[in-house]
C-alpha cells in the first residue's frame, strides 16, 4: 500500500518557538497532502490541502499565517507550527489520498510548554 | 448539519457480542465510503470499503443506502483487540480535487 512517513512522531517545545514537521510520500509522488489535527477525544479536523507548487488552501478558521505549509516537491510537504503556545498542543497528522483511500502518517504529538 | 455523524458512543460490549455502527452523511454527490479505525495515539488504519451492494470481510460487515444517505458497520463475534475508535469516511470527488471527511469517531470498548 501507500506510504507516508511523518516525523518528528513527538515533539516537545517551549512557548514562542516555531515546530516544523515533515511528510514524505515513499511510493509514489503525491501532488496533494491533507494536514489533520487532532485534540484528545475529538475527531481529525482537517486544516489545510496542500498542493505541490501552489499554495495551500485552508479551513476556515485556521491561520495561514500561523500554520504555514510548503509543498516544495512531489514528495515532501512540511507543516510548520509558528510561535506555538500550549493551546497548539495536539496530535497533527499528514495523508495523502490514492483511489480515494487515505493513507495516513504516523502523527506528531506536539506539546507546548 | 455536520458533514459526517456518527452515533456518539461509547460502546461498551462484552466480548463475543455483535455492535453496530450507524453513520450518516449530508452531501448527496459524495463518491468513496469507507471505515476506518484508530487506535488511542495512533494514526487512523483503513478497515475497509463500504460498496453499494455491500461488503463483508471476516467478521465485519458494510453497508451503504445511497438513497438515505446512511452508512453502517456490523461487527460480529467482538474481540478485545477490536477496542479502538471507528471512523466513518465520505469521500467527495471536486473538479479539481479531493475531499476527505471524517466522522467523529464511535468509541468501542470490547469487556473480557
Known amino acids: 500500500g501507500a506510504v507516508v512517513s511523518q516525523h518528528p512522531s513527538w515533539v516537545i517545545c517551549k512557548s514562542g518557538t516555531s515546530v516544523k514537521i515533515e511528510c514524505r510520500s515513499l511510493d509514489f509522488q503525491a501532488t496533494t497532502m491533507f494536514w489533520y489535527r487532532q485534540f484528545p477525544k475529538q475527531s481529525l479536523m482537517l486544516m489545510a490541502t496542500?498542493?505541490?507548487?501552489?499554495?495551500?488552501?485552508?479551513e476556515q478558521g485556521v491561520e495561514k499565517d500561523k500554520f504555514l505549509i510548503n509543498h516544495a516537491s512531489l514528495t515532501l510537504s512540511t507543516l510548520t507550527v509558528t510561535s506555538a503556545h500550549p493551546e497548539d498542543s495536539s496530535f497533527y497528522i499528514c495523508s495523502k489520498l490514492r483511489d480515494l483511500r487515505a493513507f495516513f502518517g504516523q502523527g506528531t504529538r506536539l506539546t507546548v510548554v | 448539519r455536520k458533514e459526517v455523524e456518527q452515533d456518539p458512543g461509547p460502546f461498551n460490549v462484552p466480548e463475543g457480542a455483535t455492535v453496530a455502527f450507524n453513520c450518516t452523511y449530508s452531501?448527496?454527490?459524495?463518491?468513496?465510503f469507507f471505515w476506518y479505525r484508530q487506535d488511542c495515539r495512533k494514526e487512523p488504519k483503513l478497515l475497509m470499503s463500504v460498496y453499494s451492494s455491500g461488503n463483508e470481510d471476516g467478521r465485519f460487515t458494510a453497508q451503504l443506502n445511497r438513497a438515505s444517505q446512511y452508512i453502517s458497520l456490523l461487527i460480529r463475534d467482538s474481540k478485545l483487540s477490536d477496542s479502538a475508535t471507528y471512523l466513518c469516511v465520505v469521500n467527495e470527488r471536486k473538479t479539481s480535487y479531493d475531499k476527505v471527511i471524517f466522522g467523529p469517531g464511535t468509541s468501542l470498548s470490547v469487556i473480557p
Open positions: 452531501n448527496s454527490a459524495s463518491q468513496s
Open positions: 496542500s498542493n505541490e507548487g501552489s499554495k495551500a488552501t485552508y
